[in-house]
């Protein structure tokens, strides 16, 4: 099995390109995680890091630890500054035992990668090259080092926070390594669904559905055929670890209901050949839509009962399952307190639909969507945010519960403001308006962190020039 070296950049007392709160060595360590996550999960190999936090490694550190282990490859990731922009990779500009094969994998690499960032993100290629770097010197092994974009350029940044390009160049980072070391793909994964009884009779299986949701477990009804005849299960989760679908098999049997796990063997996607490049998906405008909550479940319950008392406790429902989706909670939270007003329900849309971000709600006697419990409700607006911010599968954690998710169009909202005339029509302040809450919240908890309030208002500058 190949033993693959991954190197992000910099670290600890060497930030590496800075530019105003962006920092190098955290995003090259973000996308060499990512690199690594993606590797493991579709190939057969090894991978190993030369850190796997904010600690300061030198140079011969890196290149002694490849060389050490015996690496079969080693690629340093890195982020650029000056004022460029655009993806370029390099290799050892001497001549050593690996000369012919760090050419070779540096351009299969390069091709992977930049197929995707011009074909879909459309930044320039600044071509394949070659450096006396240390860490492409000193490894004994073929060796690269690329250069993802530029922090201080404002498209190529507003790119390398966007989740949908991480996880895009990283899996292109993933592919291109995989392919110049010819690494055999993992034949199976496996995704454990648990099942929450499997009845001929609908109405028995829409009992047991009840039953679930009043007790707080989201589930649906999933038609298979047994022997030739229909049958109606209960799924209630679908997990990639088996461990957490064992933990909702006991939570369900302390209920007095049965559960088993069925084992589903999946077949990881194989790359297209010579894919017909897709429009890029555009970058967001104001504060994306995905990211890292930065409140506590606590302060945005808090934060809420000073308008209204009587509030739900939605903030833990809101971070964990953002979390989940890699959506910001808290501003979440912020949304649905604006679609509510405070949870006070004054207008179509009543408490009992559980219905937090008025979806369907269009005014009049069309009172929208309404959901079994106040978990569900928040897991739909959670979705239907995913829906907007990207073009990803939907992760297969929680059934999808919102009923409009397909009739959005994919990724066409990444950032709060994008969600001006979309969600609330016409709205052209709608995401401004969320902000302004989120601004609120943040300058009411004294438990934040000052940077981040900081770097809130920065970004809200658009929202107080545009009241």
Request: proline share 5%; charged share 25%; glycine share 8%.
């Amino acid at each position: 099995m190949k033993l693959i070296v991954l190197d992000p950049g910099h670290g600890g007392q060497d930030p590496g390109a800075v530019f105003q709160q962006l920092r190098e060595k955290d995003v090259n360590l973000d996308i060499a995680k990512r690199v690594r996550t993606y590797l493991e999960k579709e190939y057969e190999c090894k991978v190993m890091m030369t850190r796997e936090g904010d600690t300061t490694v030198s140079l011969e550190a890196r290149s002694n630890l490849a060389n050490s282990v015996k690496a079969d490859y080693f690629c340093s990731i890195h982020h650029n500054a000056g004022g460029g922009t655009g993806f370029e990779s390099y290799r050892f500009n001497g001549t050593n035992n690996y000369t012919s094969k760090s050419k070779t994998f540096q351009e299969i690499i390069h091709s992977e990668v930049i197929n995707m960032v011009t074909g879909k993100y459309n930044r320039r290629d600044r071509g394949i090259k070659a450096a006396n770097f240390h860490v492409l010197r000193e490894t004994s092994m073929p060796s690269v080092l690329l250069e993802i974009l530029f922090l201080d350029t404002s498209e190529d940044r507003a790119l390398i926070q966007h989740e949908s390009f991480k996880e895009d160049v990283s899996a292109a980072i993933g592919e291109g390594i995989a392919k110049a070391l010819a690494l055999p793909r993992k034949v199976t994964t496996n995704l454990y669904k648990v099942i929450a009884g499997s009845f001929k009779d609908k109405k028995n299986a829409d009992s047991r559905l009840k039953f679930l949701q009043q007790k707080g477990i989201i589930a649906l009804v999933v038609t298979t055929t047994l022997n030739g005849a229909p049958y109606f299960r209960v799924q209630a989760g679908a997990f990639k670890e088996r461990q957490n679908a064992e933990n909702q098999v006991k939570q369900i049997k302390k209920l007095g209901a049965e559960a088993f796990i069925l084992v589903e063997a999946t077949m990881p996607s194989a790359p297209t050949p010579n894919p017909v490049p897709t429009p890029p998906q555009p970058a967001p405008s104001g504060l994306p839509i995905e990211g890292q909550s930065v409140m506590k479940s606590e302060e945005l319950d808090a934060f809420v009962k000073t308008v209204n008392p009587n509030a739900p406790l939605l903030g833990e429902y809101y971070l964990e399952l953002g979390k989940e989706y890699s959506i910001r909670g808290d501003v979440a939270f912020a949304q649905a307190i604006h679609e509510t007003n405070y949870f006070r329900f004054t207008g179509v849309v009543k408490p009992e639909q559980n219905n937090y971000a008025g979806i369907g709600a269009t005014g009049g006697e069309v009172r929208g969507a309404t959901f079994a419990t106040q978990e569900e409700g928040v897991l739909a607006h959670l979705q239907h945010l995913y829906a907007y911010a990207n073009r990803r599968p939907l992760p297969s954690s929680y059934p999808k519960v919102d009923p409009r998710f397909d009739l959005v169009t994919r990724g066409i909202a990444p950032g709060w403001f994008d969600l001006n005339g979309r969600w609330a029509v016409p709205g052209n302040q709608y995401g401004q308006l969320i902000l302004k809450i989120y601004e609120r919240m943040l300058e009411e908890t004294i438990t934040v962190k000052q940077e981040e309030l900081e770097k809130m208002r920065d970004v809200l500058v658009e929202v107080r020039s545009n009241p």
